[in-house]
T-cell receptor
């Protein structure tokens, strides 16, 4: 069974450009999470969806960030315009329903904004 | 609100030493608790979990016990190896499926 799939794995972009990160969760999982990891701030929850509906976006840093989940098998995280301080590893993760179930992570998208 | 606090790192140990990484949480209700491990350049992988008070999670020689009275879930291993060098994250999953991670503790094991 395929795990959580993220793309691109690595991206280098210039300040001001739009960045779109993509995620395919594990089939059958009904919750999807976007996290950002940096040395300074650790692992931050940006937003999570349940059954394709955004439940909590309080971690989204500012209006430059937006996330969508148009269907159960796809989500995007968009940054427009990008800034150097957005450089980080962005992880997508998915979770099946059930109290004891665990969250599964993708391998991350390594973003560098120059 | 819900949060997770871990001991500050980095932690450096000699091979075969005893490991403890402290984790405490604040929560409304009774969350499930987890330890995840991250090796360099990789995503997070589940190490162990506990879903209710007094449960003990264990895997690969690591153990942690869900202590409701002290709101803690400390990670322990009796004898660490060089291959255990990684970053360890404590996490909770709330009743509405929000998963919150602690800041992570970096462990280096030297031969």
């Amino acid at each position: 069974d395929a795990g959580v799939i993220q793309s691109p794995r690595h991206e280098v972009t210039e300040m001001g450009q739009e960045v779109t990160l993509r995620c395919k969760p594990i089939s059958g999982h009904n919750s999807l999470f976007w996290y950002r990891q940096t040395m300074m701030r650790g692992l931050e929850l940006l937003i999570y969806f349940n059954n394709n509906v955004p439940i909590d976006d309080s971690g989204m840093p500012e209006d430059r960030f937006s996330a969508k989940m148009p269907n159960a098998s796809f989500s995007t995280l968009k940054i427009q315009p990008s800034e150097p301080r957005d450089s980080a590893v962005y992880f997508c993760a998915s979770l099946p329903s059930g109290s004891g179930n665990t969250i599964y992570f993708g391998e991350g998208s390594w973003l560098t904004v120059v | 609100g819900n949060s997770v606090t871990q001991m500050e790192g980095p932690v450096t140990l000699s091979e075969e030493a005893f490991l403890t990484i402290n984790c405490t949480y604040t929560a409304t209700g009774y969350p499930s608790l987890f330890w995840y491990v991250q090796y360099p350049g990789e995503g997070l992988q589940l190490l162990l979990k506990a879903t209710k008070a007094d449960d003990k999670g264990s895997n690969k020689g690591f153990e942690a016990t869900y202590r409701k009275e002290t709101t803690s879930f400390h990670l322990e291993k009796g004898s660490v190896q060089v291959s255990d060098s990684a970053v360890y994250f404590c996490a909770q999953k709330t009743s509405y499926d929000k998963v919150i991670f602690g800041p992570g503790t970096s462990l280096s094991v030297i031969p």
